[in-house]
């Protein structure tokens, strides 16, 4: 009873927050359990490397779109804005921001690029369209 329950939920979500009126094909789905799966995480090649002194994390939007599209922004190309404006980087990743987001095709999918700089070069990363990344937790 409870797949049942499941599949129900599942189809009933998938109707009514779809893609709008047309097809979802670039969204990866769990046919079995109708669940969206999730982005696999691009990792850096960015070893963690000397970064004296007090550090954070700053994050910038990768620019892609639920349905696919939009204009893309890698890994690699944000951390070239970082090092462009002198600001060294480390743990460089790829995730999701976290927040709940409805389907809908066009809207952003969440995902962000995170890298640890120097706490002093925090003002100047943001100029540059980064934000302070404070993970609240899943």
């Not at 204009?71 to 462009?84: I, S």
């Not at 809908?104 to 100029?127: D, S």
Request: with cysteine.
């Amino acid at each position: 009873m409870g797949q049942l329950v499941k599949v129900m939920l599942g189809l009933i979500a998938a109707l009514t927050v779809g893609c709008s009126n047309t097809p979802c094909s670039n969204v990866p789905l769990d046919r079995e359990n109708l669940v969206a799966k999730s982005t696999v995480q691009e990792s850096s090649p960015i070893e963690e490397n000397s970064l004296s002194g007090p550090t954070v994390e700053v994050y910038k939007p990768t620019g892609e779109l639920q349905c696919g599209g939009g204009k893309v922004l890698t890994l690699k190309d944000a951390e070239g804005q970082l090092l462009v404006q002198g600001i060294r980087t480390a743990d460089g990743r790829t995730q999701s921001d976290k927040k709940i987001r409805m389907t809908v095709c066009g809207a952003a999918n969440g995902q962000i690029h995170i890298f640890r700089i120097p706490a002093q070069q925090l003002k100047k990363a943001e100029k540059i369209g980064f934000r302070k990344w404070i993970d609240k937790g899943s």
